[in-house]
């Protein structure tokens, strides 16, 4: 089975900071990846996915993240924090099978203060 | 673009009634996730259908039960109600083959 490990359940950064969420993941086969970002009452809105290719994988507001097999993490980060990214941020991980479900991971909290 | 429908996007129900959610996925999308979200929690995987068929069973109640129809729709149907059932319920779709997993804007049940 899949799993995601967020680590650290909160971060804070200033604005203009950098952020770095992390995210290790355990899957026997070659897994796909996914960031999602969580406003307070809203849906899950995707950042960024690595499905095969290019490890570096770039996606909407700034944000990126790099798959390293070797470490087993797909870490998201951006140059350049901004108020309106607070928010809930959530790793997922699934495989290429059908009907396989995404599983997400415990969730992190980015705060960004001025 | 067409996005994930889901209804109604509210819900208050007492203890021990039922209540039935709708999912209806972007065209051409053949499988269909649902997952429950507590306050504060990740979303918890809750059963998935491919081609109308259980594909992938996750931390559904036995209370609650799911169905997807020819026009690909689903229906997660939930039997007495419980307090801790109160929670955003999402639903995904996404077609097989394909990598991108969309959510619906959720259904906010609330047991009273």
């Known amino acids: 089975a899949q799993s995601v490990t967020q680590l650290g359940s909160h971060v804070s950064v200033s604005e203009g900071a950098l952020v770095l969420l992390r995210c290790n993941y355990s899957s026997s086969v070659p897994p796909y990846l996914f960031w999602y970002v969580q406003y307070p009452n809203q849906g899950l809105q995707l950042l960024l996915k690595y499905t095969t290719g290019a490890t570096l994988v770039k996606g909407i507001n700034g944000f990126e993240a790099e798959f390293k097999k070797s470490e087993t993490s797909f870490h998201l980060t951006k140059p350049s924090a901004h108020m309106s990214d607070a928010a809930e941020y959530f790793c997922a991980v699934t495989i290429n099978q059908a009907g396989t479900a995404l599983i997400f991971g415990k969730g992190t909290t980015l705060s960004v203060s001025s | 673009a067409a996005g994930v429908i889901q209804s109604p996007r509210h819900l208050i129900k007492e203890k021990r009634e039922t209540a039935t959610l709708k999912c209806y996925p972007i065209?051409?999308?053949?499988?269909v996730y649902w997952y429950q979200q507590g306050p504060g929690q990740d979303p918890q995987f809750l059963i998935s259908f491919y081609e109308k068929m259980q594909s992938d069973k996750g931390s559904i109640p036995d209370r609650f039960s799911a169905q997807q129809f020819s026009d690909y729709h689903s229906e997660l149907n939930m039997s007495s109600l419980e307090l801790g059932d109160s929670a955003l319920y999402f639903c995904?779709?996404?077609?097989?083959?394909?990598?991108?997993?969309?959510f619906g804007s959720g259904t906010r049940l609330t047991v009273v």
């Open positions: 995904a779709s996404r077609r097989q083959g394909g990598y991108g997993y969309t």
């Open positions: 065209p051409r999308h053949d499988t």
